[in-house]
């Protein structure tokens, strides 16, 4: 046995709903199997039928794992957000990179869809000016028109070359994040993460049909549907005991690799002191030249 125990309220956040309807497939094709799912799970509904319970720590990996990826992805769309804040850029470069990824997938109409798309180079973060580029670049270009032999024009020019370099230098540190930081940690565990909740749906209605095939015996009225009903209970305990078994073991190697996480938050972490320890640098250097 898993440490199951019965009577207990579903757990917030569970979709049996989901589940269920997965495990039952159209109205006209419902199995015997399907109609005794979708009996048990109207009575827990209704609070007129007993419930098996997960052990607490089951309940509590899978609350970790679970918060764990719904916490990761806030976290990756708000480093998209950090890396470009432009929404029209952001939307372009997502785009772009579902149609580069596409190009190379294993679905050939994706391929073909791909291949009917005139741009395709993924993000454009290498490409795309800075805005600190751009204030450079208006500044070196009104400093020129002023005259860069005036007070005023030379150091619009000074400032504006500064700003160049480090919008430059900005580039360099968006695709270092982009590739070291928000590549890997929006990626990690996603195709676990999707095993997983294929596993968990599995385990609801292996939940389920063990449940309604307790529910049979209690309601058995003959010593011959007794039998065969707690043989049912007995082959219906084993297949949610392999299942329990087989998603517990994919929550536990998923919790122990979220802290890898912890590894690309470094690389975040690094590419900020570099990128900042450059740019006071290089600010420090003509700020120096504009006091002689």
Known sequence: ??????????????????????????????????????????????????????????????????????????????ARNFLQPNAAARLEDMFNEKVTAAETSTNANLRDIAGKIPIRRGNALETRSTYSEILGTHMKSGGTEIGDNTQVGGSLVEVGDTFIRMGKMEKEYLKDVYDNFFKPFSNHLQVEWTNINTEKRRLDLARLDLDAAKSKVRGARTPEAMQQNEQKVRESQAAFDRQYEQTKILLTDADRK??????HLEELVRSQINFHENAKKLLEET?????K
């Open 1 to 78: 046995s898993s440490g199951i125990n019965a009577e207990w309220p579903l757990r917030p956040g569970d979709d049996l709903g989901q589940s269920l309807r997965e495990g039952l497939g159209t109205l006209g094709s419902m199995s015997v199997k399907g109609f005794d799912r979708a009996k048990q799970f109207s009575q827990e509904k209704m609070g007129n039928a007993v419930k098996t319970e997960f052990d607490l720590e089951y309940i509590q990996l899978s609350g970790r794992v679970e918060a764990t990826q719904t916490n990761i992805n806030k976290s990756a769309n708000a």
């Open 287 to 291: 700020y120096a030249k504009m006091k």
């Open 258 to 263: 979220s802290a890898e996480f912890t590894n």
